[in-house]
């Protein structure tokens, strides 16, 4: 417990002296909630908290600012949701009062703008109906949009076993998702990932802690991952299962697919071997793949990843991006802009 604190305490300060110097010399502060670990490519760690209410939000240089449960439900469960809008989160957001969430974007209208996380958690996220595809807190995620600094703690997609096409940040990403994880529970049939069920994206710096079940294609972190999707410095550490031995099923990966003439790529990143026994990191010979099965002992150790160790080329940098405490992520490595609760 004194190192949780000392760590807490280390990270606070630091946020302060760079909250206090920004703001002394340039007039503009963090918004309240936001981390200062956030890189540049954040919104959040750039932008002031708008009026929710401002008919001129929702734009690039002026995004829509959630701070609460409420307004997250205002904003994007309603029948007027802008799915080329920019959302960024200045809270945690605790969604157990909630339990009928729809997944934002599908198939015929995906979500094309931007979801920033800012460094913060949603939590307890629940399903209006799991009777339907491509199930997640976003639906499908276009081309083109950008999916960052966010956490799904503690999640719960199950109850379904005849629907494809699930994760618990998105059923289907051909966008960008980084510096993101999730953690909980998902359940289906085909594509069923922790993270995404199928990626014709860019996944990097992210990862799953979650328990999936499925029938066909069923991997840790994605589902299927073929044509385009990219999967780099990203892991997925908890219990795989199908109920079709044989049919796809991967630590990490469940199915990896060349598709409309395009290789997809799993590379600098790894899976603990010793919670799925015998099962490969990623299935299927398709595409580039580069990853490492780890013990928990090795998976849970800051020295396997730094100079010297057996990871040192796969790009986990503990100095910036990374970090690693056994009291908290069950030991895993998480990400310092992105801290689990």
């Known amino acids: 417990m004194a190192a949780v604190f000392v760590r807490v305490f280390q990270r606070f300060f630091f946020s302060l002296l760079v909250v206090v110097f920004v703001g002394t010399f340039t007039g503009c502060y963090l918004p309240a909630g936001s981390s200062?670990?956030?890189?540049?490519?954040?919104?959040?760690?750039?932008?002031?908290?708008?009026?929710?209410?401002?008919?001129?939000?929702?734009t690039e240089d002026n995004p829509h600012v959630v701070g609460s449960a409420e307004q997250l439900v205002e904003l994007l469960q309603s029948d007027d949701l802008s799915l080329d809008a920019h959302y960024v989160l200045n809270a945690d957001i605790d969604l157990s009062d909630h339990d009928d969430w729809k997944p934002i974007g599908s198939a015929a209208e995906p979500f094309t703008g931007s979801f920033d996380g800012g460094g913060h958690v949603i939590h307890d996220l629940e399903f209006e109906s799991t009777d339907h595809d491509e199930m997640g807190f976003f639906g499908v995620v276009a081309a083109g949009a950008l999916i960052q600094y966010v956490g799904?703690?503690?999640?719960?997609?199950?109850?379904?076993?005849?629907?494809?096409?699930?994760?618990?940040?998105?059923?289907?990403?051909?966008?960008?998702?980084?510096?993101?994880?999730?953690?909980?529970?998902?359940e289906g049939n085909y594509a069923i990932g922790g993270l995404v069920g199928i990626n014709e994206g860019t996944i990097e710096k992210s990862y799953a802690l979650v328990e999936v079940y499925g029938n066909s294609a069923v991997g840790g972190l994605v589902g299927v991952n073929r044509g385009s999707g990219r999967i780099t410095v990203s892991y997925a550490a908890e219990e795989v299962e199908t109920w079709n031995e044989g049919e796809n099923e991967g630590a990490l990966v469940g199915s990896n697919e060349w598709h409309h003439g395009e290789q997809p790529e799993v590379t600098k990143s790894f899976f603990d071997q010793e919670i799925n026994p015998g099962m490969v990191g990623v299935r299927g010979d398709d595409?580039?793949?580069?990853?490492?099965?780890?013990?928990?002992?090795?998976?849970?150790?800051?020295?396997?990843?730094?100079?010297?160790?057996?990871?040192?080329?796969?790009?986990?940098?503990?100095?910036?991006?990374?970090?690693?405490?056994?009291?908290?992520?069950?030991g895993y490595p998480f990400l310092r802009a992105v801290p689990p609760e």
């Open 152 to 186: 799904i703690e503690d999640a719960d997609l199950e109850d379904n076993t005849h629907r494809n096409h699930r994760g618990l940040l998105a059923g289907i990403n051909y966008g960008t998702i980084r510096y993101s994880f999730a953690t909980g529970s998902v």
């Open 287 to 330: 595409g580039n793949v580069e990853v490492t099965g780890l013990t928990t002992d090795e998976a849970t150790s800051p020295e396997i990843f730094i100079e010297g160790g057996l990871l040192e080329d796969y790009g986990f940098d503990f100095e910036n991006t990374w970090d690693i405490d056994s009291n908290w992520n069950e």
């Open 36 to 58: 200062a670990l956030l890189g540049e490519e954040s919104v959040a760690s750039r932008s002031e908290a708008d009026d929710p209410d401002d008919p001129d939000s929702g």
